[in-house]
Nanobody, 123 residues
Framework: VQLQASGGGLVQAGGSLRLSCAAS????????MGWFRQAPGKEREFVAT????????YSAESVKGRFTISRDNAKNTLYLQMNSLKPEDTAVYYC?????????????????WGQGTQVTVSS
């Protein structure tokens, strides 16, 4: 499985961005997907996860009500809609494919990772 994240950029606080993650391979449609982020000097942290069919989603408390994860299995694409962005959301955002169908917040449950896309939110 290959994952290609895109959609990052520079945005002012309060603005919006939509990240996309294009996936190749059959695994995408049968497995959970997730978004993680890593800020400079910090560990990679969980952002949001979605089950294989999109029926279940879960987001970190820090982004609940602002970020929405979704997927289009027909297009092999994962999305992260980010609204009301804050400077503390600045990080490199990574998409990842899980080893199971059920969603997970544990990065150890993800076996394939995209290259990351930079999101910078200015105050």
């Amino acid at each position: 499985v290959q994952l290609q994240a895109s959609g990052g950029g520079l945005v002012q606080a309060g603005g919006s961005l939509r990240l996309s993650c294009a996936a190749s391979g059959r695994m995408f449609r049968n497995n959970a997907m997730g978004w993680f982020r890593q800020a400079p000097g910090k560990e990679r942290e969980f952002v949001a996860t979605i089950s294989w069919n999109g029926a279940r989603t879960y987001s970190a408390e820090s982004v609940k009500g602002r970020f929405t994860i979704s997927r289009d299995n027909a297009k092999n694409t994962l999305y992260l809609q980010m609204n009301s962005l804050k400077p503390e959301d600045t990080a490199v955002y990574y998409c990842a494919a899980g080893r199971r169908a059920a969603s997970s917040t544990d990065k150890e449950e993800y076996v394939y990772w995209g290259q990351g896309t930079q999101v910078t939110v200015s105050s």
